[in-house]
Every structure is written in C-alpha cells, then in structure tokens.
C-alpha cells in the first residue's frame, strides 16, 4: 500500500497510463517487390494499344487515377459511382457512425452535471407522522437540485478507452477508403471487360459471316463435283464452332452491362453510355511506390494497423480494471413547500460523496480478461504482418503481370501480321486463279482470330494498370488527412 501511495500521484502528475504505448509498425526493409530487378520498360507492339509503358518508381498515384485513361465515358460512369453506388454510401455513414462513437467515448474524461427537478402530490396516512414542520398530512413537496459526478482516471484506463475508440474509428475511415478503391477500380475493371467483350462479339460474327459464306462455297462446289461431303462437314464444323462462342459472349456482355449499372447505382434497365475500346487510351507512365511507402497508402494497411493500435489500448483497458478506482458524487439543492422558499429557511441541502474500489477477489476473471486482450494483441500483430505480405505479393504479381501482357500483346500483334501478311498473298493469287476462294476465307477467317486474340491482348494491358492502381491503395491520402 505504501508503494501504491506514492505511485497515485506520480500517475496523477505525469499523465502516464497502465499498458502498452503503441508505436507504428516499422517499414519493411526491402527495397523491391521481387528478387530480380524489374525492367524499367514494358515491350511495345505496332498495334492500337500496344504502346510501352514506362515505370516511375516512387511515384504516387492520383486522387482520380481513372481520368489516366482519358475517356470521357468512363469519367462520368465514376462519378456516378461515387455519388450514387450504395456501398460507398453506406461507408459514408459508417465512417460518421464510428467517428461519433469515439467523440462519445471520448466525453468520459469529463466531469458529468445534471439538474433535476421533481414535484410531488401527497396525503400521508393517519398512523405515519407528517415530514413537515407544520405536520400537514396534505402537501405538495417541490425539489430543484444539481447533481456531478467525476472519475479520475488514475491509471489511464479511460483514456487507454478512448485510445481505443478512435483506433476503431481510424480502421472505419481506411474501410471507408478501400470501399472507394473497391467501387471505382470495379467500375474501371467491367467497363473495359464490357468494351472488349463488345469488340468480340462484332469479331466474331464477321468470323461467323466468313465462315458461313465459305460454307456456302464448298456445297456449291459439291454439287459440281469439285468437293467432297468431307470438306462440307468440316466447314459446318468450324461454323457451327464459331456460332457456339457466340452465346457465350453475348451473355458475358450482358453480365459485364448489369453489373456496371448497379456499380454506378443504377437498376440494369436503366440506360448508360460505356467506353469503346479505342477510347480508353493505355497509360505511358506507371507510377509504383516504394515498399516503404506502400505500407502508407493501401488501406487494408492502414486499417490493420488501427486494429493494432485499438487491441494496444485495449491491454491497457484490461491492466486498469485490475486496479484502483476512485469517484466523486456531489449533489446539491433545496426541497419545500414552496417554489419560493426552495432556497431559503433551511431548506437547501448538498451533499459530497468520494468512493474507492479496489478487486481482491473476482475468480480470476479480470486476470483473464488481461491474458486475452494480450492475446488479442499477438493476433493483431500477426494479421498486420499478413496483410504487408499479402500486399506486397498483389504489388509483385501485377508488376510482372504488366510486363508479362505486354509481351503476350507484341506476340498476338506478330501473329497478326502474319495472318494478315498470308491473307493478303491468298487474295492476290486467288485474282490470278491460282489459289481458291475457299482457301481465301480460310485465311481470311484465321486472321480475325488472330484480330480477337489483339483485342483481349489490349483489354489485358488496360485492366493490369488499373490492378496497379488498387495495388498500390489508388488515390491515397496522409495519415493525418481529415
């Protein structure tokens, strides 16, 4: 006891509380995303999209990263989104709800103050003695009072409390900025999966036409003797191939529409306009921040790290009720017969009242309640160093996933050429008559494969810089951002 006496004050005096101070995760200590140093160029193609894109490592990424791609169309569908989708609205409020939780948390550092007032109607029965002076047993009684009350925070339990709230409110605003990021890279994502999916279709229906049309040649060439019923079937085969995808896409596309309406908070009836492919424009430069900065920016980070910093205060929390408590109650006013003479004749009254609790024996349970929220602690730490890994893969793997398609484009883009480059000879000879026009729409049909295969190439490149941007937390904002 004699120590605790002389710990009070000292507490009291420095401000101190029970429990562990947090302290920010350090960086991580490597310098990259992979072992082997990144290229600093992706390959480029002689194609609509193909272009290469430069690196600028240590860049930040723009508030409105979406406008990089530079349609008008996709723009405005973000703007809708972030006015009108519901889970970003619904992230709004929560944000309000938590903030306004730890304001209220925060007012029990505060000394509370009340008044009451109370009036009261009453016939006391014959064999009770009257409580007044004149011994009335008919009266009405009035009291005006004020009461307050206070709780020192000793050992900093309260404030290790609202410590805690705002950690939570903290982790609210990052999952209120990982909505924002979800929502507006999902909206970027479907709108060019819906502009190649459109792209598609109109490819291969002029593959279906060329084949249909090529089916048409072969069974006049039968009936001329000039054909087989085995090259017949094989031209039915491969219509009736590119008619089967067709189904497929079209529901895709109508999919990819649906979901973009509801993104941008509308029903799937209701009429948008979506980017065409040829308006989305790829992006020269890539920014990619460093794995320092990174741990800044992504806001699964940054909420991990609230929820770090809350189970912190919450050890405190728990070391606290273990300890010590003291409280302060005044109250103070006046009672009578009379509103004019609530205070006056000996009627005021006040009283002080002080109390201390101290636990001895509870059966262990605030003990446990220790041992668990430093438990709590241990899992916090480990799910914040999970998240930084996880975090720093997504960055990896779309780093090499954008290097990777720009390659895989220059490839489709050869391919292309030469299916162009043999269809151009095919036609050539068919004028001179030394080649059929059979063989022609063969050819012709190979190269609007090979125009399908450039069209997904580019929808690739485009959708790998807006994985980039989610990677790397989108339009990020400082810790100390309101």
Same mark, same amino acid.
């Given at each position: 006891?004699?120590?605790?006496?002389?710990?009070?004050?000292?507490?009291?005096?420095?401000?101190?509380?029970?429990?562990?101070?947090?302290?920010?995760?350090?960086?991580?200590?490597?310098?990259?995303?992979?072992?082997?140093?990144?290229?600093?160029?992706? @390959?480029?193609?002689?194609?609509?999209?193909?272009?290469? *894109?430069?690196?600028?490592?240590?860049?930040?990424?723009?508030?409105?990263?979406?406008?990089?791609?530079?349609?008008?169309?996709?723009?405005?569908?973000?703007?809708?989104?972030?006015?009108?989708?519901?889970?970003?609205?619904?992230?709004?409020?929560?944000?309000?709800?938590?903030?306004?939780?730890?304001?209220?948390?925060?007012?029990?550092?505060? %000394? +509370?103050?009340?008044?009451?007032?109370?009036?009261?109607?009453?016939?006391?029965?014959?064999?009770?003695?009257?409580?007044?002076?004149?011994?009335?047993?008919?009266? +009405? /009684?009035?009291? =005006?009072?004020?009461?307050?009350?206070?709780?020192?925070? /000793?050992?900093?339990?309260?404030?290790?409390?609202?410590?805690?709230?705002?950690?939570?409110?903290?982790?609210?605003?990052?999952?209120?900025?990982?909505?924002?990021?979800?929502?507006?890279?999902?909206?970027?994502?479907?709108?060019?999966?819906?502009?190649?999916?459109?792209?598609?279709?109109?490819?291969?229906?002029?593959?279906?036409?060329? @084949?249909?049309?090529?089916?048409?040649? $072969?069974?006049?060439?039968?009936?001329?003797?000039?054909?087989?019923?085995?090259?017949?079937?094989?031209?039915?085969?491969?219509?009736?191939?590119?008619?089967?995808?067709?189904?497929?896409?079209?529901?895709?596309?109508?999919?990819?529409?649906?979901?973009?309406?509801? /993104?941008?908070?509308?029903?799937?009836?209701?009429?948008?306009?979506?980017?065409? =492919?040829?308006?989305?424009?790829?992006?020269?430069?890539?920014?990619?921040?460093?794995?320092?900065?990174?741990?800044?920016?992504?806001?699964?980070?940054?909420?991990?790290?609230?929820?770090?910093?809350?189970?912190?205060?919450?050890?405190? $929390?728990?070391?606290?009720?273990?300890? %010590?408590?003291?409280?302060?109650?005044?109250?103070?006013?006046?009672?009578?017969?009379?509103?004019?003479?609530?205070?006056?004749?000996?009627? %005021?009254?006040?009283?002080?009242?002080?109390?201390?609790?101290?636990?001895?024996?509870?059966?262990?349970?605030?003990?446990?309640?220790?041992?668990?929220?430093?438990?709590?602690?241990?899992?916090?730490?480990?799910?914040?160093?999970?998240?930084?890994?996880?975090?720093?893969?997504?960055?990896? @793997? $779309?780093? *090499?996933?954008?290097?990777?398609?720009?390659?895989?484009?220059?490839?489709?883009?050869?391919?292309?050429?030469?299916?162009?480059? &043999?269809?151009?000879?095919?036609?050539?000879? &068919?004028?001179?008559?030394?080649?059929?026009?059979?063989?022609?729409?063969?050819?012709?049909?190979?190269?609007?494969?090979?125009?399908?295969?450039?069209?997904?190439?580019?929808?690739?490149?485009?959708?790998?810089?807006?994985?980039?941007?989610?990677? =790397?937390?989108?339009?990020?904002?400082?810790? @100390?951002? %309101?």
């Amino acid at each position: 006891m004699r120590r605790l006496s002389c710990l009070v004050p000292t507490l009291m005096l420095a401000g101190c509380a029970v429990g562990p101070n947090f302290h920010t995760p350090l960086a991580p200590g490597v310098g990259g995303y992979t072992p082997a140093t990144l290229i600093d160029r992706t @390959d480029g193609a002689p194609v609509a999209g193909g272009d290469a *894109q430069s690196f600028r490592w240590g860049g930040t990424v723009s508030r409105r990263w979406w406008t990089e791609f530079g349609s008008p169309a996709l723009d405005a569908l973000e703007e809708d989104a972030l006015r009108h989708n519901p889970d970003v609205e619904s992230a709004k409020a929560a944000l309000r709800a938590a903030h306004q939780t730890y304001l209220a948390q925060r007012g029990s550092l505060f %000394p +509370t103050l009340g008044i009451n007032a109370q009036a009261e109607r009453q016939k006391n029965a014959g064999v009770l003695q009257s409580p007044l002076n004149d011994n009335s047993d008919i009266f +009405t /009684l009035y009291t =005006l009072g004020a009461t307050a009350s206070y709780t020192p925070d /000793l050992f900093g339990g309260i404030r290790r409390g609202v410590e805690g709230a705002k950690a939570q409110a903290e982790a609210q605003r990052f999952q209120s900025e990982a909505a924002y990021l979800t929502v507006t890279a999902n909206v970027a994502n479907t709108a060019i999966t819906l502009a190649s999916l459109d792209r598609q279709i109109l490819m291969t229906q002029k593959v279906i036409d060329a @084949d249909r049309h090529y089916l048409d040649i $072969v069974q006049a060439q039968l009936r001329l003797g000039a054909a087989s019923g085995a090259d017949v079937a094989a031209a039915q085969v491969a219509l009736s191939q590119a008619e089967a995808t067709l189904p497929t896409l079209t529901r895709q596309q109508a999919q990819a529409r649906d979901f973009l309406a509801v /993104l941008t908070g509308r029903y799937p009836a209701e009429h948008f306009v979506a980017p065409d =492919l040829d308006a989305l424009h790829l992006p020269a430069e890539l920014p990619v921040s460093l794995p320092s900065e990174l741990v800044e920016q992504r806001p699964d980070i940054r909420a991990a790290e609230a929820n770090l910093h809350y189970a912190s205060a919450q050890v405190g $929390v728990s070391i606290a009720a273990r300890l %010590p408590s003291f409280s302060i109650g005044a109250g103070a006013g006046g009672t009578s017969t009379g509103l004019s003479t609530l205070f006056r004749d000996g009627n %005021p009254f006040w009283s002080l009242a002080g109390n201390l609790l101290q636990p001895i024996f509870d059966g262990g349970t605030l003990l446990k309640r220790q041992r668990a929220a430093e438990a709590t602690l241990d899992q916090a730490k480990a799910q914040y160093r999970s998240t930084v890994l996880s975090a720093m893969q997504n960055v990896a @793997d $779309v780093l *090499q996933g954008i290097s990777a398609d720009a390659q895989a484009l220059r490839t489709a883009a050869q391919a292309d050429s030469a299916a162009r480059h &043999a269809l151009d000879i095919a036609q050539a000879q &068919a004028r001179l008559g030394q080649v059929s026009g059979a063989a022609t729409l063969n050819l012709q049909t190979a190269w609007l494969g090979t125009q399908a295969a450039l069209v997904q190439g580019r929808a690739q490149r485009l959708s790998d810089t807006v994985l980039l941007y989610q990677a =790397l937390g989108g339009g990020w904002q400082p810790k @100390d951002a %309101p």
